[in-house]
């Protein structure tokens, strides 16, 4: 079975501060990590290596410093690493993403051979979109299984997975080839092996450009992008909270907690509350 795991570079968003002098992300200094998600989708993958012998590769479209996250992903003791970088990527929306990233890997697979499984995070921690993983399954004509949290069982023909919905976990079988989406959910990454180390550190990615992909410039990056982000706006300060009960009678407390929290109009969507007041007194 081959493997390949799509990871982006983002930038490590517990560190971005907003500044509230000028309204803007505090991103200077701030270092590259791999989106989280992603860290599972390299652990699925380290672990189908060493339960059915898989061979995987790692990909990501970035600008060059994104080979560093590719040594990262390389401590998962991945066969091959590829990166797809230039000037011409910039500035791409998801569609434009997909298009580059989707001819990158049938460039990918003529010297690796055909995927038969590709990984992508749930989503990214910066775009936040969760749309690339399901338009490079749309490209590939690939099943999409989004959301597998868990996998149960892998044959050469099927995947039988959960995926967490909103209401519940769904069971399903996943013809092959086919791409998955691995949220947080998914578990703890392991740790890299010293050996794996030793290997990542040394290793030099291949990377592509959009002529070695035989990319239609047009459909690459900013000129390619149907969506343009037109402004980006800090989100205002929280309102500031009232005590509304201090030092009384718990009960009269949690009577008085009720009363207040029925004026927000969020609370309207919680079914636990609606159970608790009785849909009427909403
Ligand atoms: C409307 C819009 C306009 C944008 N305009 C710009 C712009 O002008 N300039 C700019 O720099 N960015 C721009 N972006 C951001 C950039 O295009 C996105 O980061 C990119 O399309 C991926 O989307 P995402 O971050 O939401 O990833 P998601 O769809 O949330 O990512 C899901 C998974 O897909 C995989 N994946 C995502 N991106 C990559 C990648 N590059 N390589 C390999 N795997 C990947 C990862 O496995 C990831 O976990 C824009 C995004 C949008 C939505």
Redesign the pocket.
């Known amino acids: 079975m081959n493997v390949l795991v799509?990871?982006?570079q983002i930038p490590d968003t517990t560190n971005v501060r907003i500044d509230r002098k000028t309204n803007n992300l505090v991103r200077e200094g701030v270092p590259a990590v791999i989106?989280p998600?992603?860290l599972r989708?390299l652990e699925l993958a380290a672990q189908l290596k060493e339960q059915f012998g898989a061979k995987a590769a790692v990909?990501?479209?970035?600008p060059p410093q994104a080979v560093e996250g590719l040594r990262d992903a390389l401590i998962f003791g991945l066969d091959e690493a590829y990166l797809?970088s230039d000037r011409a990527f910039?500035?791409?929306?998801?569609l434009?993403?997909t298009y580059a990233?989707n001819l990158g890997i049938s460039k990918i697979e003529e010297e690796f051979g055909k995927f038969d499984l590709i990984l992508?995070?749930?989503?990214?921690a910066?775009?936040?979109?969760?749309?690339?993983?399901p338009g490079i399954a749309t490209r590939r004509g690939y099943s999409l299984g989004a959301y597998i949290e868990k996998v149960e069982e892998v044959t050469n023909e099927y995947i039988i997975g959960i995926r967490r919905l909103d209401r519940g976990i769904e069971k399903v079988k996943i013809k092959l080839p086919a791409l998955l989406?691995i949220p947080h959910e998914f578990g703890e990454p392991r740790y890299g092996s010293l050996p794996n180390l030793i290997r990542a550190v040394q290793y030099d990615p291949k990377s592509f450009t959009a002529k070695d992909i035989g990319a239609d410039l047009k459909k690459c990056g900013?000129f390619g992008?149907p969506?343009?982000?037109a402004k980006t706006n800090i989100p205002p300060d929280r309102k500031g909270g009232d005590i509304i009960s201090k030092n009384e009678d718990p009960k009269v407390a949690v009577e008085k907690f009720f009363e207040e929290i029925k004026k927000f109009e969020a609370i309207k969507l919680s079914d636990v509350f609606e159970k608790i007041v009785g849909s009427d007194k909403l």
Do not use: H, P
Request: a negative charge; hydrophobic letters at 40%.
């Open positions: 799509l990871i982006k989106n998600d992603d989708a990909l990501t479209m970035g797809l910039a500035g791409a929306d998801t434009a993403t990233l992508a995070g749930k989503q990214a910066d775009g936040d979109t969760g749309q690339v993983g989406t900013f992008s969506t343009r982000v």
